[in-house]
């Protein structure tokens, strides 16, 4: 009798352990609620969204209009089903690159982008709009940027921090941060410049107040790598951090912040197999790369992530429990598995499972992804890509985790 009671105490242990491994083991990506693409006739293609206070969605894109090649910025409101409530084009005669949509209250909403003269020369412009889509004010930033790239975001008193990379000291690049207040005057300017060059990518408000920085160095000895900056609302550097340089070519792209208040960097490793050929030659190799710093700048853990060819990390959305969904692209593959990435990582940096989205076209990417207010998620692509190939944009509404 005493030997069938342990024997049942056993099988109940199996049982219960059989259970948890079986709901860790089968974790997998978010199901597909709704995907939603437009029958426009022209190149288009999504950038960023946000999600508003009473569920619809604003996103930023751009869509080519009657110039091959050279788009205007189109935003759309979308409802939680994804039917579109309203929509606006804005005309320019150069190619306008929308990068970054922000919003504080019912003010209405800032869009960052680049804009690409004829003569391919870079601008940073900001351009506000109220909450019918039309024009407050535009400020541009009067000097050619040194990078395809610019980011926006409100501090806690309102003020506005725009980021943009120009020329510094000797033609070296360097970090330009202008403070704005709601009518688009600049009100200060802050340069970070060391001597070595330096590139900006992404800024993010952290809940004390204080700014943090996503950008690319080029040290004196070694490859290209992360650097992430934190400053105070005055301006004031207060530390930055280098990831060390390796044999790989490391660039951002995006920053999050997460629940216990440190960092998540991502972008990607890169490895050239033939550097002495022209760029347009090169064969290059790119691991997804994602990397943890705690509040105090140090360094807490760096993966990369890898497939079966090349892989790039362009977005990340955080959890309330730490895991992470970090999306991006896998650009080419042995097996033909190409298409927008989204992968589940845990808090400690450990993927858990990843899945490959079908491709609408050879470029197609993840461009952002946020948490929604249903714990759901919401993907936007491809963003701004170099493509000769037709672009179109697309959206997908992603379920809870099961």
Request: with cysteine; proline share 5%.
């Amino acid at each position: 009798m005493q030997k069938r009671i342990v024997d049942i105490k056993l099988l109940l242990t199996i049982l219960v352990s059989l259970i948890i491994i079986s709901r860790t083991g089968f974790s997998q990506i978010p199901d597909i609620a709704w995907e939603k693409e437009f029958e426009v006739s022209s190149n288009h293609y999504f950038a960023d969204v946000i999600e508003m206070a009473q569920g619809n969605f604003v996103i930023a894109g751009a869509v080519e209009i009657g110039r091959e090649r050279s788009y205007d910025i189109w935003l759309l409101e979308i409802n939680p089903e994804g039917d579109t409530l309203k929509n606006a084009i804005f005309e320019n005669r150069d190619n306008d690159i929308p990068l970054r949509i922000i919003n504080k209250d019912q003010e209405g909403f800032l869009v960052a982008s680049i804009v690409l003269s004829s003569d391919n020369i870079a601008t940073a412009r900001l351009t506000a709009v109220d909450n019918n889509f039309s024009v407050k004010w535009i400020t541009d930033a009067g000097q050619p940027s040194a990078l395809l790239r610019t980011d926006v975001t409100f501090g806690n008193n309102g003020d506005i921090w725009w980021l943009n990379s120009f020329s510094g000291q000797e033609g070296q690049p360097g970090i330009n941060l202008w403070k704005i207040n709601s009518d688009g005057s600049k009100v200060s300017e802050f340069s970070f410049y060391d001597g070595l060059p330096l590139y900006g990518y992404t800024i993010k408000n952290l809940p004390d107040g204080t700014l943090a920085i996503i950008c690319q160095v080029k040290p004196q000895k070694g490859n290209p790598t992360i650097q992430i900056m934190r400053v105070d609302a005055e301006g004031k550097l207060l530390w930055k951090t280098m990831l060390p340089p390796s044999e790989k070519i490391l660039t951002p792209q995006c920053l999050c912040c997460s629940p216990d208040n440190s960092l998540l960097a991502g972008g990607w490793s890169g490895l050239c197999y033939n550097p002495d050929a022209p760029a347009e030659e090169q064969i290059w190799d790119h691991d997804y790369l994602l990397t943890k710093i705690d509040q105090n700048g140090k360094i807490i853990w760096t993966q990369q992530y890898s497939r079966e060819g090349s892989e790039k990390g362009t977005a990340v959305a955080v959890l309330p429990d730490g895991n992470i969904l970090a999306a991006g692209k896998c650009e080419t593959s042995f097996t033909g598995t190409i298409g927008p990435w989204l992968l589940l990582v845990d808090k400690n940096g450990k993927m858990i499972k990843d899945q490959v989205f079908k491709f609408k076209f050879t470029e197609d990417q993840a461009a952002s992804i946020i948490c929604t207010s249903d714990t759901g998620f919401l993907m936007v692509g491809p963003g701004y890509v170099k493509s000769e190939r037709p672009v179109s944009g697309w959206i997908r509404k992603l379920k809870p985790l099961p």
